[in-house]
């Protein structure tokens, strides 16, 4: 089945122009104009979406609050973001509300192909990336209040259904894989949004902020997901023993 690309762009000529050449590469194609109408789509009943090229300035409802509204419900879509401004802040803002990529207009056909594979042949939604010399996977644990089956996403805390969204579970299965250790952003960023390069993004500070509040019984004062001042992040299962 060929994967469904969904292409959210209010100038007719340019996203009838990428959907034509999308088509060409063997891709099908929605092509809508409006957020509102992208939301709607992908939450129809239809075929499942692979992959969203969002324009930033649309009518009325903005790609920043599109991207957003997909990420809080708990989608982990690949979103390759376009836009005319390309100042560095309107990049960090689309990488903040879970943009995957951003690319700049005007850009060369060939740029948004590569990267609309890339992202394809690199984001499954949902599942880690595969690895050559895989070791054996967390896909349950244990810790304080929490009990998450990181298979079934059931979670529940003291006991009751707790809900977490994808992206949420899939960066605390990064540290329930990486206890005790030392983490930096660059590496979250790495390995859990898989985005390369010096990105600067609020995204990790914003998404360790909504993990404390899931895990940990006073986030004011975390004791499973630690800050370590100029260098990362680190995760403690146990709790120290208060002395």
Not at 112 to 127: D, H, M, P, T
Not at 195 to 220: H, S, Y
Request: net charge negative; glycine share 8%.
């Amino acid at each position: 089945m060929r994967q469904h690309i969904l292409v959210v762009e209010d100038e007719k000529h340019l996203g009838v122009g990428i959907k034509y050449n999308l088509e060409a590469e063997g891709f099908r194609v929605t092509l809508v104009e409006d957020g509102p109408t992208a939301l709607r789509v992908l939450g129809g009943s239809g075929d499942a979406v692979d992959l969203i090229v969002l324009d930033l300035m649309l009518p009325g409802m903005s790609g920043y609050a599109v991207c957003e509204t997909i990420r809080e419900g708990g989608s982990d879509i690949p979103i390759l973001m376009l836009s005319a401004r390309t100042l560095a802040e309107d990049r960090s803002r689309g990488f903040d509300v879970g943009a995957n990529q951003y690319l700049a207009k005007p850009f060369e056909l060939v740029e948004l192909l590569s990267r609309i594979k890339n992202l394809l042949s690199n984001s499954r939604v949902g599942e880690p990336k595969s690895d050559p010399t895989p070791q054996p996977a967390v896909r349950r644990t244990e810790f304080g209040e929490m009990t998450v089956d990181f298979d079934t996403h059931e979670v529940t805390k003291a006991g009751e259904p707790f809900r977490m969204t994808p992206k949420e579970l899939r960066l605390l299965h990064y540290f329930v894989e990486h206890p005790n250790r030392v983490i930096s952003r660059q590496e979250l960023l790495r390995e859990v949004w898989e985005l390369t390069g010096n990105v600067q993004t609020r995204a990790v500070d914003q998404f360790i902020a909504r993990l404390r509040k899931a895990i940990e019984c006073n986030p004011a004062e975390p004791v499973h997901l630690l800050t370590i001042r100029d260098a990362g992040y680190r995760f403690l299962p146990e709790a120290p023993k208060q002395t």
